[in-house]
């Protein structure tokens, strides 16, 4: 089994920053893809960006693409999502995700596990 725990969302103007992060417990986190993905109101959960278990390779959504830099420490089981220059749009609650396996994928049902997920608000 596999937890995963996020932290570091909040409120934050437009231009701003914000880091979040994902601790994992459980299963060996540096055999597996990590994910993150956000669900605005009223909107379909969406990817974000993901990192292979080798930290080599990442993928990103053009919408966050430039802004956005997802990384891991192995050493110590965290997902990391540094966000810069936000915008309104970005609001919404983000959600790490775990692929038990090391393909790259960016879709949300090839995910085994996911945490609570963290409120992320962009104020203009």
């Known amino acids: 089994q596999v937890q995963l725990v996020e932290s570091g969302g909040g409120l934050v103007q437009a231009g701003g920053s914000l880091r979040l992060s994902c601790a994992a417990s459980g299963r060996i986190f540096s055999s597996y893809t990590m994910g993150w993905f956000r669900q605005a109101p009223g909107k379909e959960r969406e990817f974000v960006a993901a990192i292979s278990y080798i930290d080599t390779y990442t993928n990103y959504a053009d919408s966050v693409k430039g802004r956005f830099t997802i990384s891991r420490d192995n050493a110590k089981n965290t997902l990391y999502l540094q966000m810069n220059s936000l915008k309104p749009e970005d609001t919404a609650v983000y959600y790490c995700?775990?692929?038990?396996?090391?393909?790259?994928?960016?879709?949300?049902?090839?995910?085994?596990?996911w945490g609570q997920g963290t409120q992320v608000t962009v104020s203009s």
């Open positions: 995700a775990a692929h038990l396996g090391r393909r790259m994928v960016i879709t949300t049902t090839l995910y085994d596990h």
